[in-house]
T-cell receptor, first 114, second 113 residues
Framework: SQQGEEDPQALSIQEGENATMNCSYK?????LQWYRQNSGRGLVHLIL?????REKHSGRLRVTLDTSKKSSSLLITASRAADTASYFC??????????????FGKGTKLSVIP | NAGVTQTPKFQVLKTGQSMTLQCAQD?????MYWYRQDPGMGLRLIYY???????DKGEVPNGYNVSRLNKREFSLRLESAAPSQTSVYFC????????????FGQGTRLTVV
């Protein structure tokens, strides 16, 4: 079964607004990664956050990780129409069987309206 | 820099036919993956290769086989295609399985009729 679950499934905002997407997962992780997919294209890596980190920034992106709640959030500030895409979280288990697997959730579809 | 290259980009198969999806990366990565993406299901891991010479099953391996031909190439074979295998297939690679970012190919859109 898929490890991560994103919430909401779909999000529609106005250009300039902030967008927040959440990811919950089930088992202990080594790290959690966020990816973007434009329609019909391959996925592009955004940020990797390790289990001992709580927050990371990259440009207009901010990712937080709460291992006690087994959840992460991705914040996109000052959104642009070009941010319209699907966003996926992916997790890598901490150890044991499958510890090399990169497992994706079902994604959040973000629409930014100009 | 080509990154991860998948061939073909599109394919239509008849039920029962076989085919091999090819994937090659030029980043000297150790690990490679095959995923399928279906509407509303996100990406599901079919098989992965943590390093050259090893392959392991993912979440949905039934009906597929893989070969890690060398460090660069990782192929996915459908021995007897079924309509349920209609999907978009993505190959990915990373420097070290699970510990670094993954780079994706552009996908193969497969239809089985």
């Amino acid at each position: 079964s898929q490890q991560g679950e994103e919430d909401p499934q779909a999000l529609s905002i106005q250009e300039g607004e902030n967008a927040t997407m959440n990811c919950s997962y089930k088992t202990s992780i080594n790290n959690l990664q966020w990816y973007r997919q434009n329609s019909g294209r391959g996925l592009v890596h955004l940020i990797l956050i390790r289990s001992n980190e709580r927050e990371k920034h990259s440009g207009r992106l901010r990712v937080t990780l709460d291992t006690s709640k087994k959840s992460s959030s991705l914040l996109i500030t000052a959104s642009r129409a070009a941010d319209t895409a699907s966003y996926f979280c992916a997790t890598v288990p901490y150890s044991g069987a499958g510890s090399y697997q990169l497992t994706f959730g079902k994604g959040t579809k973000l629409s930014v309206i100009p | 820099n080509a990154g991860v290259t998948q061939t073909p980009k599109f394919q239509v198969l008849k039920t029962g036919q076989s085919m091999t999806l090819q994937c090659a990366q030029d980043m000297n990565h150790n690990s490679m993956y095959w995923y399928r993406q279906d509407p509303g299901m996100g990406l599901r891991l079919i098989y992965y290769s943590a390093s050259e010479g090893t392959t392991d099953k993912g979440e949905v391996p039934n009906g597929y086989n893989v070969s890690r031909l060398n460090k660069r190439e990782f192929s996915l074979r459908l021995e007897s295609a079924a309509p349920s295998q209609t999907s978009v297939y993505f190959c990915a690679s990373s420097d070290w399985a699970g510990n670094t970012e993954a780079f994706f190919g552009q996908g193969t859109r497969l239809t089985v009729v």
